[in-house]
């Protein structure tokens, strides 16, 4: 059975939508991330509009990120000072990558430009984690303990002036750190549909030395609202969110990130980061290959900026 997709002007299987959402919420219960750095590709390798693609994927991404901020929240795992600074940060980064994909998209260039920011990216991604993962079921073979980092150590991040205090991290930091933060994880939301916890997390715990038990909940915290302010910009600006699409990927998401949460209760942290690396990885090269392959159709049709 298919269904139309307005936004992005064709046709698709409601069960093929369905299964992506759901496979994709499956890998998001499973490893503890968004799932945005998937979706995204796997809706272009489906025929939607790059630009619709990251639209609808940050719509998505609210829904989905809604009820672990408010359980987060519940917990008292979140920084709302912390997350406040991280938000200002994220708005103007926002603003800045959703005024690049109406450029890029204007100069026809926005399908090339995002995939390229995935393949660095996951790439970059996937690669770290492929080896800080084997480097940890190494030592854990061999008996050796690796080397843990407490939260009250300082680095030259502590030496920065606009000092504030953060009483729920323990923290009393520069702001510019994790403005600067925000900033870089609201651009990625704008122009590649992503919540950017892949970043901030690792940020906020190597770099700033916010405390684990924090960390997750600030970073929904602030991808609630950043993704949120980056759908309206899409929808505003571009006309790009396909509200249609993301209702269907949201109800496959909610349904398999049950079964990934119970699937990732069994296996090991290490084991968990070793799988999602691989993962991520495919996803590099196959988009790798899309870049470098000559297309079934060497041209296409778009409407020029400007026109009638």
């Keep these: 059975m298919n269904v139309y997709l307005p ?34 590709p796997l809706l272009i390798f489906t025929g939607v509009p790059a630009p619709v693609a990251v639209g609808t994927s940050t719509a998505q991404l609210v829904a989905s990120s809604v009820s672990g901020a408010v359980a987060q929240y519940n917990r008292n795992n979140v920084d709302i000072k912390l997350g406040s600074v991280l938000l200002g940060g ?23 430009f995002i995939s390229l920011c995935y393949v660095l990216f996951l790439g970059v991604i996937g690669t770290l984690m492929l ?83 924090v960390v997750v909940g600030t970073s929904l915290f602030q991808t609630v609202f950043v993704a949120a302010a980056a759908t309206i910009l899409h929808a505003g600006t571009i006309s790009s969110v396909d509200l249609v699409l993301a209702f269907i990927l949201m109800i496959g998401g909610v349904v398999g990130a049950q079964f990934g949460a119970t699937a990732g209760s069994q296996l090991k942290g290490e084991q968990l980061r070793l799988l999602l690396a691989g993962i991520v990885l495919l996803v590099c090269l196959r988009l790798g290959w899309d870049l470098v ?5 060497l041209y296409s049709l778009a409407p020029v900026a400007g026109s009638p």
């Design 7 to 40: 936004i992005a002007e064709m046709s698709e299987s409601v069960f093929v939508l369905l299964g992506m959402g759901a496979a994709v919420g499956f890998i998001s219960g499973l490893f503890g991330v968004g799932g945005g750095f998937l979706i995204t």
């Design 90 to 112: 994220g708005f103007i980064g926002t603003l800045i990558g959703v005024e690049i994909v109406r450029i890029l998209r204007q100069a026809g260039q926005f399908d090339v």
């Design 131 to 213: 080896i800080e993962s084997a480097q940890t079921v190494w030592q854990s073979k061999s008996g050796v303990s690796p080397s843990s980092r407490r939260p009250g150590e300082h680095s030259w991040v502590h030496g920065l002036p606009f000092k504030m205090r953060f009483n729920r991290s323990k923290l009393y930091i520069s702001a510019i750190p994790p403005f600067l933060i925000g900033a870089f994880v609201g651009f990625l939301a704008a122009i590649m549909g992503v919540g950017g916890g892949f970043v901030m997390v690792p940020a906020l715990i190597y770099l700033l030395r916010v405390p684990t038990n």
């Design 293 to 297: 392959v000559t297309p079934g159709e």
